[in-house]
Each structure stands twice: as C-alpha cells, then as structure tokens.
C-alpha cells in the first residue's frame, strides 16, 4: 500500500478518536451546563434544590413516578415539594387511598396548585394565597417571616424558631408552625402594617389526620431550594429532617422538582431509554462497517 492511503485499521482508528472528542465535547457542556428549572433538583442555582435532594439522596429515597405505585409503600411518607399541576384521572384517589391506608402525605407550596393535591388527598387544609409579612423576621425582609413552634406539635417539638422565604398562610387543620402575633397579611405590599391590615397570628404548618393516616402543609415551597440551606439562622434543618425522615418517598408525577429543561432534561430522557442508546449504537457502528473502503489497487498495476 503506498505510503499516502491509510488502510481499514487507520480509518476506524480516526472514527475512535473523533467518537472520544465528541463524547469529551459533550461531557464538558453538560458539565457547565444545568437546568435552571425551579425547585428543580437538577438546578444548583439559588432557586433550584439540588443541594436538599443531593443529602436525601445519601438515605436513597424512593421516587414516586406514578401514584399507583403508592399501593406498595403503606404507612411511608410522600414529600411533594412545589406542586406544579393538579392530580388528573385516577391520580387523585390514588393519593387519597395511601392517605386513608395509613400514609403522610407532605405538600409545600405557596404558588396554589397545593392546593388541589390537599383536596384530592382528602384534607379541609388550604393555602391562602395572599402576601404574609411579620415584624418578627429575619434578616430585616418583612417577607423572611419567623416561624414558631404550636403547643402540642409533635413535627415542631423542640425548635425554637424556622426561617419561611415568602410564606403563604395555612387555613385549617391543627398547628404545628405559627408566625407570632405581629404578622399581618400586606395587601398593599409596603412592607408596613396599616389600618386596613391587622396584626394576628397566621399558621404557616399544619397537619390533619385522615383515616389512619395524615396530611401536612407547609406554607412555603422555598423551605428547600438551595439559597435557603445552611442559614446561620432558625433550626431549618432540623424541620426539613422530619418532613422528610428514612424511607421517604418523594413525589416525581406533580412535583415541579423533577424538571429539567435544555441539555440536562435530553440526558435524563436518554438514562430512561437504555434501550433506544444501545439500538443507536448499534446501527451506527453497521453504518460505519458498511461504509468503510476495501483496499485500494496499487497505482501502476
């Protein structure tokens, strides 16, 4: 063969190489890149919870894709965070029936599609929707309200106060968090209580039983995004521990914590399709065979 052709070997030897560059390429822009979904637990920006499931990933939940699969975890408990859409079809009774066989279902929100999911579990609880500030805060921010044990609350015992991003109130059910007296609800949004807005209790956590089992709302979905983990402030943590103790299921059917948008969200399609990479695979490799040159008759013979 003359010096200047490269025979088979060479020319899959390029294909490798070009196949490595390419997946090192790849590699290197999801690494850079993220899903800036939020609540997503694929975003690590501040308003994502990547930092929050990365920890409970360690006691190795179990992700709820379906609420039929509920059936199979009586007595466990679902964290829903952020609900982004009502239960449809059969999903509303589904979540009832593990409510009423002995489940807990956590909902947290404060956007208001919680409170259709509280509905179809069965509970009277709602979210109010309107603007929750409080003289009793941290941080300065009328909107960085405190929250305060309730007598008798068994998830609140032993916490002496937890910092809420822009709480809604809970209406109904008995109270386990509560703003203190100095709370109002800011209809103009100033920041200041004023004539037409007085100062009162509002409850930020509560829970109601069902059957055997039991619901709890949390006024405050931003409780677990990122930029409200390791404050310097409130027993946060020590809350987020008991709404999401060992063996906790989380939600993935309503739940605004499995987006994932752009490169991050074509990725987990893959993961969930195994067999489609492999069938890719595969035909590309017979395109290459089929396509690589047989040998070439020396120049001159």
């Known amino acids: ?10 020319a899959w030897l390029v294909w490798a190489v070009g196949l490595v560059v390419l997946a090192g390429a790849v590699a290197l822009f999801l690494h850079v890149s993220s899903a800036g979904d939020e609540f997503s637990r694929h975003n690590p920006s501040w308003n994502g919870t990547s930092v929050f499931f990365e920890e409970l990933d360690a006691r190795e939940p179990v992700v709820i894709t379906a609420p039929a699969d509920l059936r199979g975890h009586p007595g466990a408990t679902l964290l829903v965070v952020a609900p982004g859409r009502a239960p449809v079809g059969d999903e509303a009774g589904e979540y009832r029936a593990f409510v009423a066989s002995g489940g807990t279902i956590v909902v947290a929100d404060d956007f208001g599609a919680g409170n259709a999911l509280l509905a179809a579990a069965g509970t009277s609880i709602r979210f109010d929707q309107r603007n929750l500030s409080s003289l009793e805060r941290a941080f300065e921010l009328p909107a960085a309200v405190l929250g305060f044990p309730a007598p008798g609350g068994d998830l609140a015992g032993n916490l002496t106060a937890v910092v809420f991003d822009r709480p809604v109130a809970v209406l109904g059910g008995t109270p386990l968090l509560e703003t203190s007296r100095l709370s109002w609800m800011d209809g103009d949004g100033d920041g200041r209580p004023g004539a037409n807005e007085p100062l009162e209790r509002y409850i930020l956590v509560a829970h109601e039983e069902i059957g055997a ?23 946060n943590a020590l809350l987020l521990a008991r709404l999401a103790p060992d063996g906790v299921l989380v939600d993935g059917v309503v739940s605004r914590t499995t987006g994932a948008s752009g490169p991050v969200g074509t990725v987990l399609w893959l993961q969930e399709r195994p067999v489609l990479i492999v069938a890719v695979a595969a035909a590309a490799l017979i395109a290459l065979a089929v396509r690589r040159p047989g040998r070439r008759t020396e120049r001159g013979a």
């Open 1 to 10: 063969m003359p010096s200047g052709e490269r025979g088979p070997g060479a």
């Open 213 to 235: 089992g039991r619901v709890v709302a949390v006024g405050d979905a931003s409780l677990f995004i990122n930029a409200m983990q390791d404050l310097r402030v409130g027993d």
